[in-house]
């Protein structure tokens, strides 16, 4: 009977070795897992974060091309009025005497 006791002690030291030791690793699997879920949403604030200035650099992209559009329309059009801006003109006073030329050099 001596044997039976000592056999059903061991299995119950074994059983509690057991069950301490499953606790332990669901203690660690759930430390992991908190700490792998803050990871992840760190990770999403950041990506988050990432897609906002993306969307930023992007609208302030399309403002610099419709500014460059704009500057070259300017330009063409100053182009074409200096092109068909008369040469040598006379000069007149506020007398209304024609005084020399006025020049277009503008360049």
Do not use: C, K, W, Y
Request: net charge neutral; proline share 2%; charged share 20%.
């Amino acid at each position: 009977m001596a044997s039976f006791l000592s056999a059903v002690s061991a299995g119950a030291g074994a059983s509690s070795f057991a069950l301490q030791t499953a606790r332990r690793e669901a203690q660690q699997a759930e430390q992991t897992a908190r700490a792998l879920r803050s990871e992840a949403q760190s990770a999403q604030r950041s990506a988050d974060e990432e897609q906002a200035r993306a969307d930023s650099l992007s609208a302030q992209s399309a403002d610099a091309d419709d500014r460059s559009t704009s500057a070259r329309r300017n330009v063409a059009s100053i182009s074409q009025a200096q092109a068909a801006a008369p040469r040598n003109v006379p000069f007149v006073n506020a007398s209304g005497q024609a005084t020399g030329l006025l020049l277009n050099a503008v360049a």
